[in-house]
């Protein structure tokens, strides 16, 4: 093997690592803002449902995230629950790129329906449009999706309801500068006219001698 397609080679693996790696390690943060956090029953004071809102958070290329926890709160009794026909809530969230700075907001939105009551909870949520949203923030590609939700139990249960999301992270398809596999073709073009140079050469030689 020839030394210009040893480099031609080492450029390709140096290439193609370095955008793996950008693509695998993006650090961003986040924030869900719920509205409104806490979600009345029809015509009830008393039967509601409270939304957490939380903390602003770090994480690393693509990752699920928690949207937002449930909890159920009633006083009604089991024959006469608290009723949601059409409890409209939306999700802010706040989504920041670290290495750019860059921020955006996207917004989702929804509504719960079902009862509770004392000791009872049967509560279902159900996605509005859009239901998947995507941003460009500095050189990458943020595309999120509300993901499962998990019913709140009756009031006094130990473990909240949930709504998650998942967040994928890619790079932005290069524009001026050709792609990977361009510069892996590109690579391996210049080593073939390295050989086709040096097959050329010998048999110059060759039929000389």
Sequence with gaps: MTHFSKAAIALVVVVVGTSQARANFVPWAY???PTPLVIHADGSTHGRLMLTDEPIKLAN??????????RAFSTAPRGRPDHFAHAVVIFTLVL???????????????????????????VRFH?????????????????????????????????A????????VDNVPPLKSPAPSSLVLS?????GLGLIGGWRRWYSNGARH
């Design 31 to 33: 924030n869900w803002e």
């Design 61 to 70: 290329g693509t990752s699920d995230v928690v949207v937002t926890n449930i």
């Design 96 to 122: 920041t790129d670290l290495q750019s700075g860059q921020t955006a907001l996207l917004r989702f939105g929804g509504f719960f329906t079902g009862t509770i009551s004392v000791s009872s909870a049967n």
């Design 127 to 159: 996605e509005g449009p859009p239901r998947m949203d995507s941003v460009e923030l500095g050189d990458h590609i943020y595309t999120v999706t509300l993901g499962r939700y998990s019913p709140p139990g009756p009031p006094g249960a130990l473990n």
């Design 161 to 168: 309801g949930m709504i998650s999301a998942h967040v994928e």
């Design 187 to 191: 690579c391996l073009g210049l080593a």
